[in-house]
């Protein structure tokens, strides 16, 4: 995403998303802040997290940051304008920032960094992504025509 990321992670140690957080925000401000000869504050305001505490809203933050990226794709989704889901899946699947085409068994070098064994529990019980496409626009088509 062009001013924003999402990251699925599981807590081993009390306080430690903070502290990686932390590291990978102050690493990037570092490394960006050299290469483009600049100082200051990177990001605006702090990450935000989110409790993920049941296996079903698991299942949704899963396909909420992987349908993300669709609005770089089709500018209209999150209004219902679709212009063909086809296309937008293999972008999605492309797309090279994200760990879906891991759920699809794309071999990628990323791989290193995502834990496996989660990605293969995952995958088990999550719908055809041409279905969780369709039923994303017409949320999303539904959500415009009520406001």
């Known amino acids: 995403m062009g001013n924003h990321y ?3 992670l599981q807590e081993k140690i009390e306080n430690g998303i ?3 957080m932390q590291k990978v925000g102050t690493g990037y401000t570092m490394y960006f802040n050299e290469k ?3 100082i200051g504050s990177l990001f605006v305001g702090p990450f935000r997290s989110k409790h993920i505490g049941t296996d079903a809203y698991l299942r ?3 396909q909420y940051i992987h349908l993300n990226p669709a609005e770089i ?3 209209g989704w999150k209004h219902g304008n ?3 889901l086809g296309q937008l899946k293999n972008k999605l699947l492309s797309y090279q920032t994200s760990s879906l ?3 699809f068994g794309a071999p990628r070098p990323e791989q290193a960094i995502l834990d496996i ?3 293969a529990l995952l995958k088990d019980g999550l719908p055809p992504l041409s279905s969780v496409l369709r039923d994303a626009a017409a949320y999303y088509e539904e959500l415009e025509k009520e406001f």
């Open 36 to 38: 483009n000869d600049r």
């Open 82 to 84: 679709v212009k063909n």
């Open 117 to 119: 064994e989660s990605i």
């Open 73 to 75: 794709f089709e500018q």
């Open 18 to 20: 903070s502290k990686f």
């Open 6 to 8: 999402h990251i699925l």
């Open 101 to 103: 085409p891991d759920y």
């Open 60 to 62: 949704k933050v899963v």
